[in-house]
């Protein structure tokens, strides 16, 4: 689903955000990625989503190698991962409805398509009652929902996630996080980026960690929490 060959990552002003990074999420998996402030974790989620081009290396999404896609391809891929953010990006203005069905009207779906997938996607996520508020009338956990209802609205096989309990209180958090294991539990792929090591610690998932833009552990060696040296740096 998601490989990285060798990716490094040095943006224009000569911050290098990511050093050979190799890593390898396999479809259906949930993971999480973790790392200290500025260790590189949205640079590579901002890979992953085509927001930013590798220096060096290879990123491969679905099988496509994302150096040698077409321009015209990058909506395409995107189509396959819904993205969401700490900040939800929720348009204020408009309501729940408009916010969960601008994916399906950019991609333009049939008005009866979308009526019907956007009131599966609030029911998902619990807030079919809300579909005619503004955001501003939800909570900031509600807001966060309906930034998920927007990302899976068009039913993408991997969701990306980057903070998304970052504004949120540990009840609230965990409560977005059962979110994502439902989904993970009917096949989509999930990757999480967050510094919240509680919440990490309270589930059972693979935890990739970055320092510094080094991927020092991918989750799949046993050995390395009982390291107190790793456990210290972040
Ligand atoms: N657009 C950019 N231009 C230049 N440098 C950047 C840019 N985006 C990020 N960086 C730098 O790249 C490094 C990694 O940043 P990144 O945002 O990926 O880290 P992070 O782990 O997501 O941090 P945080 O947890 O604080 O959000 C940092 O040193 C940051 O200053």
Avoid: C
């Amino acid at each position: 689903m998601i490989k990285f060959e060798n990716v490094s990552k040095t943006y224009s002003g000569g911050q290098q955000a990511l050093r050979q990074v190799n890593f390898h999420i396999e479809p259906g998996e949930m993971a999480f990625l973790t790392g200290h402030s500025g260790a590189g974790k949205s640079t590579l989620l901002k890979l992953i989503s085509i927001m930013e081009r590798p220096t060096v290396g290879k990123v491969l999404i679905n099988g496509h190698d994302l150096n040698t896609i077409h321009r015209r391809q990058i909506a395409y891929i995107r189509r396959d991962i819904g993205m969401i953010f700490q900040s939800h990006q929720l348009l204020m203005d408009r309501t729940v409805f408009d916010n969960v069905a601008l994916p399906l009207v950019i991609d333009g779906y049939s008005r009866k398509e979308i009526n019907k997938r956007v009131s599966a996607a609030l029911e998902m996520v619990g807030l079919r009652d809300k579909v005619r508020n503004l955001p501003i009338m939800l909570s900031g956990g509600e807001q966060q929902r309906v930034g998920i209802a927007r990302a899976v609205v068009n039913k993408p096989p991997l969701l990306l996630a980057d903070e998304p309990t970052g504004n949120l209180d540990p009840k609230l958090s965990m409560e977005i996080i059962r979110l994502f294991e439902e989904f993970n539990q009917a096949g989509v792929s999930v990757f999480i980026a967050t510094h919240d090591l509680g919440l990490i610690a309270r589930m059972k998932y693979r935890t990739l960690t970055l320092r510094q833009g080094q991927m020092i552990d991918d989750g799949l060696s046993e050995d390395w929490q009982t390291d107190p040296l790793q456990e210290d740096s972040l």
